[in-house]
């Protein structure tokens, strides 16, 4: 049974910066892509950025592109989203994610943390 649970959510103000944490169990993830996506208050949850597991290869919205990084240390099991320079349009909740890269849909969801940035 995979398990995903994120951690590091909180407030700050504008400019600053948080790192979250996915803590990932129950399968070896070498065939995975893993995510981060959030959902503001009355709007759809929307992709921040996505890592394959096996060879780290990157992607991510518009929105957080030269602001976030997303990053995995595989000897932990653990996905990072580091986001710098946020601002109160960042505040949301941020959902993990993992999806088989051999299947179209992220299959996988922690419970979420919640970001809020203040301006």
């Known amino acids: 049974q995979v398990q995903l649970v994120e951690s590091g959510g909180g407030l700050v103000q504008a400019g600053g910066s948080l790192r979250l944490s996915c803590a990932a169990s129950?399968?070896?993830?070498?065939?995975?892509?893993m995510g981060w996506f959030r959902q503001a208050p009355g709007k759809e949850r929307e992709f921040v950025a996505t890592?394959?597991?096996?060879?780290?290869?990157?992607d991510y919205a518009d929105s957080v592109k030269g602001r976030f990084t997303i990053s995995r240390d595989t000897a932990k099991n653990t996905v990072y989203l580091q986001m710098n320079s946020l601002k109160p349009e960042d505040t949301a909740v941020y959902y993990c994610?993992?999806?088989?890269?051999?299947?179209?849909?992220?299959?996988?969801w922690g419970p979420g943390t919640q970001v809020t940035v203040s301006s």
């Open positions: 994610a993992a999806r088989d890269t051999l299947r179209l849909t992220w299959g996988y």
């Open positions: 129950g399968r070896t993830f070498s065939r995975y892509a």
């Open positions: 890592i394959i597991w096996s060879g780290g290869i990157t």
